[in-house]
Antibody, heavy 116, light 108 residues
């Protein structure tokens, strides 16, 4: 079955960096676009980054452009999100999700808390 | 940028009621609109894609309709397990997503 497992979350000070990982299994990872969607506590959903199936095309939300980098390793069936210069308002549960026009599978999420 | 306005933000209904949620786009998005259900502490679950296509395994009491700028999500007969927050989501030509603000559904 399709499985997406995020890891790497934690507590970090403002201005610091953190890298999230998403391990995928149960499907042909290399043919799907993948994305990161976050949800701040008690808030709605925000798509922060998407990467094409081959890793050549990447797009970001304005809120993270220039600070976050999405990447993937198809040989390891893994998705990554490098987050630099973290801010208090980056505090959220970060989900990885599969799909281009719609996200049909999601991970369980990993919590990132930015706190001084 | 296209904005998605979802209403109401919260809704209280009784078991067996028909429930309707609206999602309005700031410009014509044809049928590039999906619906998700999110239960507390869980990841979102895709229910409907391209405005009206029910995902496999999703109960037939869930329905989506609309095109252009106005979309509707309907539960024909509310069940206790439908208590959740529902989101509409638009995808653009870059495959970036814009979500509605969400509608929290409660049992009366």
């Amino acid at each position: 079955q399709v499985l997406l497992v995020e890891s790497g979350g934690g507590v970090v000070h403002p201005g610091r960096s953190l890298t999230l990982s998403c391990a995928a299994s149960g499907f042909t990872f290399s043919i799907y676009a993948m994305r990161w969607v976050r949800q701040a506590p008690g808030k709605g959903l925000e798509c922060v980054a998407v990467i094409s199936f081959d890793g050549r095309t990447k797009y970001y939300a304005d809120s993270v452009e220039g600070r976050f980098t999405i990447s993937r390793d198809n040989s390891k069936t893994s998705l990554y999100l490098q987050m630099n210069n973290l801010r208090l308002d980056d505090t959220a549960v970060y989900y990885c999700a599969r799909g281009d026009y719609w996200a049909d599978y999601w991970g369980q999420g990993t919590l990132v808390t930015v706190s001084s | 940028d296209i904005q998605m306005t979802q209403s109401p933000s919260s809704l209280s209904a009784s078991v067996g009621d028909r429930v309707t949620i609206s999602c309005q786009a700031s410009q014509d998005i044809t049928n590039s609109l999906n619906w998700y259900q999110q239960k507390p502490g869980k990841a979102p679950k895709l229910l409907i894609h391209d405005a009206s296509n029910l995902e496999a395994g999703v109960p037939a009491r869930f329905n989506g309709s609309g095109s252009g700028t106005d979309f509707t999500f309907t539960i024909s007969s509310l069940q206790p397990e439908d208590i959740a927050t529902y989101y509409c989501q638009h995808y653009d030509h870059l495959l970036m997503y814009t979500f509605g603000q969400g509608t929290t559904l409660e049992i009366k």
